[in-house]
Structure formats: C-alpha cells, structure tokens
T-cell receptor, first 112, second 114 residues
C-alpha cells in the first residue's frame, strides 16, 4: 500500500511569494495534519483536517491556510513568505483525528 | 498548552549497550503519548504509543516505553543498541482537551558507536 505522499519534494521561493504544498493521505484515511519542522527542532503543529473540516489549528499566523478536498488530499498554502518559513513541512494522515498518524517524507521549503 | 521536554539533544551509546531516551510532559490529565523516529531526509515513523491502557508499551524494533504518571515521564528504552538505531527520536503528546493537536519535543539524536 502506498504511504503518505507529498509534493513537491523540494522548493525554493523568494520572500513575499506564495507557496502551495500538497499531500495525499493513505487510502482510507480521512484525517490530515500539517506540521512545520525547522532545522534542529521538533515538528510544530499547524493544522488538522478531518472530513474536509478544520478540527485543529496551531499557533501560526493567518498567512498559513489549508484545505482538504473530497478525496481527502490536502493543500497547505503560505502567503507572503518570510525567511523564517524555511523548514521541512510534514503531512500526516490517520483514520480519525490525531490519535495515530502516519507521516509523509515532507517538503523542504527554502525561502531566500 | 501542552509541552514535551526531551533531556539530552544528543545521546551516544556503544553497540549492544542500553538505550535510554528521556521524555517528560506537562499535563495534569494523562494525555496520549508517542515516540517517533526520524532517519535523515525522511519523515517520522511511529515507534510506539500510550493510550491509557498498559503502562509498559512495546513498539517496533525492540523499543519499549513506560508511562509513569507520578513522574510525568515516558522514557524510551532498548536493551541492546544496534547500529541501525542511529537516528533522531521525538517524543510527542496529544492535548487531552483536544486530541486533534499534537506537540513534539525538540528531539534526541542517538549515535551508536561500533
């Protein structure tokens, strides 16, 4: 069975630009969560979606937004990129909520 | 908000020696607790989880962890380290008021010496 997939693998953007990251959950999983992992730190919770509704939000500015589609895939959008947004963005899927999550390989975003 | 503290950002052990990675959480209500492993340039893999059942939890690759409510701890152990265990390990806790939110510790890099 395919695991969680994320695209793109790597991305380089300039300050002020916008970025969209994509995630496809494991088949049958209806929950998707997004995390930001800055180099040398643990992942920080950004969003959790279940059945296409936002069920949890971390302490991130409104520049960060996400949505979940009818097929349960998800997009994370970040506007007005800052240098500090450079990080590995991880997506995780689960059957329900954040009880047990399976992580994708991540998207490495570099903002210059 | 919940918080997780992992003591020791780097731990080095010899192959065959005991592995002990420490994790303490802050919560008056026992949350769900997890250990994940991350190999370089990869995502996180679930090692084991505590969900208010048995306090001693066994996971994959010979790892286990014990939930101690009195110490608010969930330390990860493995009796005998293997070279393939070298990776970064993260302890995570879910918010008991909102299990949709996860909080990770800052991680412990395990080095295994031959």
């Amino acid at each position: 069975d395919a695991g969680v997939t994320q695209s793109p693998t790597h991305l380089i953007k300039t300050r002020g630009q916008h970025v969209t990251l994509r995630c496809s959950p494991i088949s049958g999983h209806k929950s998707v969560s997004w995390y930001q992992q800055v180099l040398g730190q643990g992942p920080q919770f950004i969003f959790q979606y279940y059945e296409k509704e936002e069920r949890g939000r971390g302490n991130f500015p409104d520049r960060f937004s996400a949505r979940q589609f009818p097929n349960y895939s998800s997009e994370l959008n970040v506007n007005a990129l800052l240098l500090g947004d450079s990080a590995l963005y991880l997506c995780a899927s689960g059957l329900a909520g954040a009880y047990e999550q399976y992580f994708g390989p991540g998207t490495r975003l570099t903002v210059t | 908000a919940q918080s997780v503290t992992q003591l020791g950002s780097h731990v080095s052990v010899s192959e065959g020696a005991l592995v002990l990675l420490r994790c303490n959480y802050s919560s008056s209500v026992p949350p769900y607790l997890f250990w994940y492993v991350q190999y370089p340039n990869q995502g996180l893999q679930l090692l084991l989880k505590y969900t208010s059942a048995a306090t001693l939890v066994k996971g994959i690759n010979g790892f286990e962890a014990e939930f101690k409510k009195s110490e608010t701890s969930f330390h990860l152990t493995k009796p005998s380290a293997h070279m393939s265990d070298a990776a970064e390990y993260f302890c995570a806790v879910s918010d008991p008021k909102d299990f949709n939110k996860f909080y990770f510790g800052s991680g412990t890099k395990l080095n295994v010496k031959p």
